[in-house]
């Protein structure tokens, strides 16, 4: 793993900025890797791409330039400067600009590690190259977003400067990038999983830099002067609205804005974040507050100089325990099998673990040794925004193993391409990367004409939220019960280890 030595002083002085530019790179890489976390990004894919590949096109250049500049495990320098406190675009843009032609080939000849530079990229315009392809993109793809995306990274800032004050450095610094950016302890700061020798930055200016991308984050610096970390902001703000669905009954009882509010609050939010991620005007957030507070269901306190708004008790049983026309009680995310109209089996009343399927590493998985167990059925993917759910996933695994129960991971390229290795790949990169234990079958696909038996018969389950049919995108979760029924459906942005979750899987091993 890469870390950095940082005295407390440093630490202490640190802060969060906003940089467009920053911003801008992290759209740049998602539109060459398509890497969408999110139906928002998704979305926002579909709209830009075809100027993108055009551009691309226009000057085959600009697409070896970023796939040579944009390695696994190393960015070329002058192409991420370590951001300026207050910069615009223009400001950070020059900076590109005016790198030397000598520097910006050799920063991309360290990010070839050893590999001839390509014929495309011998010529003296690099830095007038990058500037180039990195203005278009702030043009075209972010700069028509960025009062709402500069509002979302806003409100991220506010959230993570009052968890320094919750829980100090160390909590903040573990949630920038989980699982790769941590506090180790004895002034040592991980930045990433890269065996890279450690840094010496004590004394230099460190900054955290938020970006909306959800699959993004790098490290950059500057003569030593100033240090980077640059992070995906929060999910739910990235998101907006999205991110959180409204059950049919709690917007018929509160109002679909209101319930909206009350669903984000899973996770305290300010005011002026709650505005950056439904779109609703200040005083309409303010009023639908006022209600929820005196209703009892949510509750401030002040963080510094942000009041906080979260879910109490009796808030967090109204999202999460709903009642249908019927009046029966039912999880939001989670229905018992009478309760679903679909059936798990086909017509001959065969069950789910009657179908065959390949393991990753070849043979057959035997999905009949999980009778009797319960499954947790997760179609995965290795370079999508929700990977390191996989954590979770592995931790729902040594948790409930020894009761009989397994994950079972099901690779699958459909979403953009975001499982792209071969058998050999992805198992290397479970194993190595998230310490992955519990079985993966062979790549197939869940959607469309090609898809696989296993998901013909998973996807008539309907969810509490409503959803029926094709996987929405990659980490969409089945549990199977013991006797080979599907008994829970959970969205692609459920966390493993939510309570939802957990619950579901407790209840289907009783």
């Known amino acids: 793993m890469g870390w950095w030595l940082v005295n407390a002083d440093t630490l202490a002085g640190s802060r969060f900025v906003l940089s467009p530019l920053s911003e801008t790179f992290a759209s740049l890489v998602l539109l060459e890797y398509r890497f969408a976390a999110h139906p928002g990004e998704e979305a926002w894919l579909r709209d830009h791409l075809p100027a993108y590949r055009w551009k691309l096109a226009a000057d085959p250049a600009y697409g070896a330039l970023v796939r040579t500049g944009v390695t696994k495990g190393w960015i070329a320098d002058f192409l991420t400067p370590a951001p300026l406190a207050g910069e615009t675009f223009e400001d950070g843009i020059a900076r590109v600009r005016g790198t030397s032609a000598a520097q910006a080939r050799a920063d991309l000849v360290v990010a070839l590690r050893g590999r001839p530079l390509p014929a495309l990229l011998d010529r ?22 960025w009062d709402r995306r500069q509002r979302i990274l806003e409100a991220d800032v506010v959230a993570r400067t009052a968890l320094v004050g919750q829980g100090g450095w160390a909590a903040v610094l573990d949630s920038l990038r989980p699982g790769r950016t941590r506090w180790l302890g004895e002034n040592r700061l991980q930045v990433n999983l890269q065996e890279y020798p450690p840094r010496e930055i004590s004394g230099a200016e460190l900054l955290f830099v938020p970006v909306t991308a959800q699959r993004s984050g790098w490290v950059a610096w500057e003569d030593g002067r100033r240090y980077a970390v640059v992070y995906s902001c929060s999910g739910v703000l990235a998101e907006g609205s999205g991110a959180a669905t409204v059950p049919d009954g ?33 005083g309409s957030v303010g009023r639908h507050l006022r209600v929820l507070l005196d209703a009892g269901l949510v509750e401030r306190r002040r963080a510094g100089k942000t009041v906080l708004y979260s879910r109490t008790a009796a808030g967090e049983v109204l999202v999460t325990a709903v009642r249908d026309g019927s009046g029966r009680r039912t999880s939001i995310r989670f229905m018992t099998t009478s309760e679903n109209t679909s059936s798990s089996s086909d017509s001959s009343g ?4 009657d179908v065959e399927i ?3 590493k070849g043979g057959s998985a035997d999905l009949g040794q999980y009778r009797g167990k319960a ?3 997760v179609n995965v993917a290795s370079k999508c925004g929700l990977t390191p759910q996989y954590t979770a996933l592995e931790k729902l695994q040594e948790q409930y193993a020894a009761q009989g129960f397994t994950v079972l991971g099901v690779p699958c390229n459909q979403f953009y391409g975001q499982e792209p290795g071969s058998a050999e790949e992805i198992a290397e990169f479970c194993s190595a990367t998230y310490g992955v234990t519990f079985p993966l079958t062979e790549k197939i696909e869940v959607n469309g004409d090609g898809r696989h038996a296993l998901y013909e018969r998973l996807v008539g389950f309907t969810d509490a939220e409503g959803h029926s049919g094709d996987i929405r995108w990659n980490f969409e979760k089945f549990l199977i019960g013991k006797d080979g029924s599907v008994v829970g459906r959970f969205s692609p942005q459920t966390e493993p280890d939510s309570a939802e979750v957990v619950a579901a899987v407790e209840g289907a091993l009783v």
């Open 124 to 145: 003296d315009d690099l830095p007038q190259l990058a500037a180039e392809l990195l203005t278009f993109v702030w043009t075209e793809t972010v700069r028509p977003y």
């Open 250 to 282: 709690l917007g018929a009882l509160l109002g679909r804005s209101r319930a909206l509010v009350l669903v984000l609050l899973q996770s305290p939010l300010s005011t002026s974040q709650l505005v950056a991620v439904t779109g609703q005007a200040l």
């Open 350 to 353: 065969s069950s789910v673990l």
């Open 358 to 360: 390949g393991a990753l």
């Open 375 to 377: 499954v947790l059925v």
